[in-house]
Each structure stands twice: as C-alpha cells, then as structure tokens.
C-alpha cells in the first residue's frame, strides 16, 4: 500500500529553522513530482513548494528565499528546509506526490497525513 509518511514538525521560534521530510513507502514503481502545502485553520490549503523529477521548482511568493525543497529519489523523499521561519508560517503542512504504483498504469496523487508546525516565541 503506497503512502507517504511525513515527519520533522513540531514547535520553534521565529527566526528558526525545521526541516520537513516525507517519505513515499510501499509498492512503487515511479514518482513523477512532490511538494509541500500548508493549510491554517479557517483556510484553504496552498502550494508552498513543489520539485519535479528533473529538480525544476516552484515556490509560494512567501516563502522564497527562505525555504528550500529538495529530493533524494534514492530514499523516495522529498523535504522541505524552512529557515527563517515567521508566525504566519504555522500551519499543517501536507505532503503530496504524484506516484505509480507497482502494477498499476497510471500516475495518482498522494497525500500525507500533515504535520503541524508552530512558530512562537
């Protein structure tokens, strides 16, 4: 069963840093491209930053120059480097890749489970 487990959330202060991970497990014979969204309570989830097979990425105005998403197809991980991190950076941030599984003809999206990240003094 294709899934994608996500971890590195948790609580920091502004200014800080964290470093998100997702990892897609089980059958899998392909992924094509992943990233990250976010969705605050009341809001409606956004792109934060995606990367695709060939390492070409795009990120939300608000956190160019602070965050940096990356992959090792190796480990079928993708992660999110969040530096300089603000307030309004909290959220629930959810993974989210485009993945053949084994047996299967088609590419489908994923999604992770979320992880919540807080940014306070």
């Known amino acids: 069963q294709v899934q994608l487990v996500e971890g590195g959330g948790g609580l920091v202060q502004p200014g800080g840093s964290l470093r998100l991970s997702c990892a897609a497990t089980?059958?899998?014979?392909?992924?094509?491209?992943m990233g990250w969204y976010r969705q605050a309570p009341g809001k409606q989830r956004e792109l934060v930053a995606t990367?695709?097979?060939?390492?070409?990425?795009n990120y939300a105005d608000s956190v160019k120059g602070r965050f940096t998403v990356s992959r090792d197809n190796a480990k079928n991980t993708v992660y999110l480097q969040m530096n300089s991190l603000k307030p309004e950076d909290t959220n629930v941030y959810y993974c989210?890749?485009?993945?053949?599984?084994?047996?299967?003809?088609?590419?489908?999206?994923?999604w992770g489970r979320g992880t919540q990240v807080t940014v306070s003094s």
């Open positions: 989210n890749a485009l993945i053949r599984a084994t047996g299967i003809s088609a590419y489908y999206t994923y």
């Open positions: 089980g059958s899998i014979f392909s992924i094509n491209a």
């Open positions: 990367i695709t097979t060939g390492g070409n990425t």
